[in-house]
């Protein structure tokens, strides 16, 4: 298992900053998104993934994972919406493009929330079919396609989990145990989704709390690590502390707390 950093943790840095501040750390990987300062631009990206990848690959560090939101919120053009999935299927297209060419191993997308008229089974069916036509397009290509559950998704519960990844063979989880264990979920009721995990963030939560300092949350990272490496995970553990107002995470020091989780990683790994 090896750490990478995100983008969207570090609102202010350009891109160059961020992956110079990766190898500061000792880490060497970066995470790619379109969020912030150090955020790629998706319109560029789908209209030249090529020449976009050209760009990222001149940084110097290793780039696991993307993170595409096809619209502009966690709404907009979400993928359990029906009505999106001809333009969505374009773009995802040339996002694909994009990692091959840059070498990443995989993409990271939001499963859909319930829209209006919806339940959460009707959500989980449509985004199932999303995803399915997504997968088709990515395995060829030698990309991974993961999906992050995540609170204010239909996709609240490991059981719900387990379902959508039962109806879409292929596709594996951006696994967050934070989401998770903010919503009430208890640690060991989480860790049947290890065997599925294609990529993995990073960051400590309490029942109620998206994110906060390790020392003031619940998850057992060595725990976490352990059923991680007994499923047979070698890939990407990405630091993803973040200041946002999303789940009020504004009240942690973004550079101090990857630190502490670098070095809680680089010990347990030791």
Same mark, same amino acid.
């Not at 000792?26 to 993934?49: R, S, T």
């Not at 996709?155 to 292929?170: F, I, K, Q």
């Not at 264990?181 to 989704?193: A, M, P, S, T």
């Not at 690590?225 to 047979?232: E, Y």
């Given at each position: 298992?090896?750490?990478?950093?995100?983008?969207?943790?570090?609102?202010?840095?350009?891109?160059?900053?961020?992956?110079?501040?990766?190898?500061?750390?000792?880490?060497?990987?970066?995470?790619?998104?379109?969020f912030y300062k150090p955020g790629l631009?998706?319109?560029?990206?789908?209209?030249?993934?090529?020449?976009? &990848?050209?760009?990222?690959?001149?940084?110097?560090?290793?780039?696991?994972?993307?993170?595409?939101?096809?619209?502009?919120?966690?709404?907009?053009?979400?993928?359990?919406?029906?009505?999106?999935?001809?333009?969505?299927?374009?773009?995802?297209?040339?996002?694909?493009?994009?990692?091959?060419?840059?070498?990443?191993?995989?993409?990271?997308?939001?499963?859909?929330?319930?829209?209006?008229?919806?339940?959460?089974?009707?959500?989980?069916?449509?985004?199932?079919?999303?995803?399915?036509?997504?997968?088709?397009?990515?395995?060829?290509?030698?990309?991974?396609l993961t999906i992050e559950p995540h609170?204010?998704?239909?996709?609240?519960?490991?059981?719900?989990?387990?379902?959508?990844?039962?109806?879409?063979?292929?596709?594996?989880?951006?696994?967050?145990?934070?989401?998770?264990?903010?919503?009430?979920?208890?640690?060991?009721?989480?860790?049947?989704?290890?065997?599925?995990?294609?990529?993995?963030?990073?960051?400590?939560?309490?029942?109620?709390?998206?994110?906060?300092?390790?020392?003031?949350?619940?998850?057992?990272?060595?725990?976490?690590?352990?059923?991680?490496?007994?499923?047979?995970?070698?890939?990407?553990?990405?630091?993803?502390?973040?200041?946002?107002?999303?789940?009020?995470?504004?009240?942690?020091?973004?550079?101090?707390?990857?630190?502490?989780?670098?070095?809680?990683?680089?010990?347990?790994? &030791?």
């Amino acid at each position: 298992m090896k750490l990478s950093l995100t983008t969207w943790s570090l609102p202010s840095l350009t891109l160059d900053e961020a992956a110079g501040l990766s190898l500061i750390l000792g880490i060497g990987a970066l995470d790619l998104g379109y969020f912030y300062k150090p955020g790629l631009d998706k319109a560029a990206l789908i209209a030249d993934p090529d020449g976009i &990848a050209e760009r990222v690959l001149k940084l110097g560090v290793a780039l696991p994972n993307l993170y595409h939101l096809f619209g502009n919120s966690l709404s907009d053009r979400n993928l359990a919406d029906h009505r999106h999935r001809e333009r969505n299927e374009a773009d995802f297209r040339q996002v694909v493009r994009f990692a091959k060419r840059a070498g990443l191993g995989s993409v990271f997308v939001l499963p859909g929330v319930v829209n209006p008229g919806q339940d959460r089974a009707s959500a989980l069916a449509e985004s199932a079919e999303s995803l399915r036509r997504l997968v088709a397009i990515a395995a060829p290509e030698g990309i991974q396609l993961t999906i992050e559950p995540h609170v204010h998704s239909y996709l609240e519960s490991p059981t719900l989990t387990l379902d959508l990844l039962d109806r879409v063979p292929g596709l594996k989880l951006a696994l967050d145990y934070a989401h998770f264990v903010c919503l009430g979920y208890r640690q060991e009721e989480i860790d049947v989704l290890a065997p599925h995990a294609g990529h993995v963030h990073l960051r400590q939560a309490r029942m109620g709390v998206l994110q906060c300092k390790r020392s003031l949350g619940t998850i057992n990272f060595g725990a976490m690590l352990g059923t991680l490496r007994a499923a047979g995970y070698d890939g990407y553990l990405a630091i993803e502390y973040v200041h946002q107002d999303y789940m009020d995470g504004l009240h942690d020091d973004v550079l101090t707390e990857t630190v502490d989780m670098r070095d809680c990683v680089r010990e347990w790994l &030791a």
